[in-house]
């Protein structure tokens, strides 16, 4: 499934009838930082590494423990 971007995002919301509020209090998420990452800040790790990924505007990683052998 191909990436979305800020401009598809902000569009399903805006067709969804969805604020970005509500979205992210549903997920878990703070609203203010969700903002920020549909308006284009860096998305490299944490919370914002999950929204992204959460919106679908970035791919999920799958990480495994390098500790483990």
Same mark, same amino acid.
């Given at each position: 499934?191909?990436? &979305?971007?800020?401009?598809?995002? @902000?569009? *399903? $919301? @805006?067709? @969804?009838? %969805?604020?970005?509020? !509500? *979205?992210a209090?549903? #997920?878990? $998420?703070?609203?203010?930082?969700?903002?920020?990452?549909? &308006?284009?800040?860096?998305? %490299?790790?944490?919370?914002? #590494? #999950? %929204?992204?990924?959460?919106?679908?505007? &970035?791919?999920?990683?799958?990480?495994? !423990?390098? %500790? @483990?052998?």
């Amino acid at each position: 499934m191909p990436l &979305k971007t800020r401009e598809e995002v @902000q569009t *399903w $919301f @805006q067709s @969804q009838g %969805i604020s970005i509020a !509500d *979205w992210a209090m549903e #997920h878990g $998420f703070s609203a203010a930082l969700t903002r920020e990452v549909i &308006k284009g800040r860096r998305c %490299i790790r944490g919370q914002s #590494h #999950h %929204i992204a990924v959460a919106l679908g505007m &970035k791919a999920p990683t799958y990480v495994s !423990d390098p %500790i @483990q052998p």
